[in-house]
């Protein structure tokens, strides 16, 4: 991994996220990935190897998107 770019090392890491993601959030984890996709590759990595940051993360997404939601309703 450390030969690849910064952007094939996004699209790596993406690719691993995903399937975590979907896990506990299919219908949004298209949507949730790519929000975490604009954290840098250290913080990812790091989600990567602890499910509790990745699940902090991951909520702290679904609030925002939420919320976006919520906005856009009323």
């Known amino acids: 991994m ?3 770019s910064p952007q094939e090392q ?5 690719k691993r ?3 975590l993601i ?3 959030h299919p219908d949004e984890a298209g949507k ?3 929000m975490l996709l604009e ?3 250290a913080e990812l990595l790091h989600m990567l190897e602890s499910r509790e940051a990745l699940a ?10 939420r919320a976006h939601s919520a906005k856009e309703k009323s």
């Open 32 to 34: 949730i990935t790519g």
């Open 10 to 14: 996004k699209q790596i890491i993406g």
């Open 56 to 65: 902090d993360k991951t909520q702290e997404v679904v609030s925002v998107l």
């Open 39 to 41: 954290i840098d590759n």
């Open 2 to 4: 450390a030969a690849a």
């Open 22 to 24: 979907q896990s506990t």
């Open 17 to 19: 996220l995903y399937p």
